[in-house]
């Protein structure tokens, strides 16, 4: 077959379809009413679609209830490490500070005995400081 047979064969069906649509239609809907008389005649079809739906919505709300209790079990452990975890700060803060305050009071101890020992030479006392705290005598 040549384009312009092909052409002319399209033009037909189309104008054919264009033509007698309405039969076509017709004939559509009367499938479709019959499909649906058949499905629910005996009620039995809708009935069993209905409690597959009623099922499914019931199981899909127990997952949602599930998952927010899943949820609520997490926080909850979430809160309680969090509150562990800053309780936990607060002490090792508190230890850190006792001992600084004991180092501090112990250095100043230190110190006050070392300025009491050497006052009359100051470059030895600040030699002896310099060794006592770790400083850099200069």
């Known amino acids: ?11 037909k069906v189309f104008l054919f379809i264009k033509s007698y649509a309405w039969i076509a239609l017709i004939i559509g809907a009367i499938i479709l ?8 005649r005996k009620n039995s079809f809708m009935v069993a679609m209905i409690d597959l739906f009623d099922s499914k919505t019931a199981q899909n709300a127990q997952e949602i209830e599930t998952l927010n209790v899943i949820y609520n079990n997490e926080m909850v452990e979430k809160n309680l490490k969090k509150k562990e975890y800053e309780k936990r700060i607060l002490e090792l803060d508190e230890d850190f500070r006792k001992k600084e ?29 310099a060794a006592e705290f770790g400083l850099e005598h200069g």
């Open 1 to 11: 077959m040549k384009l312009s047979q092909v052409q002319f064969v399209l033009k």
């Open 33 to 40: 009413g019959f499909i649906i008389w058949i499905t629910t």
């Open 101 to 129: 305050e004991k180092l501090t009071s112990e250095s100043q101890k230190r110190l006050k005995n070392l300025i009491d020992e050497g006052h009359n030479d100051p470059e030895a006392l600040s030699r002896k400081i």
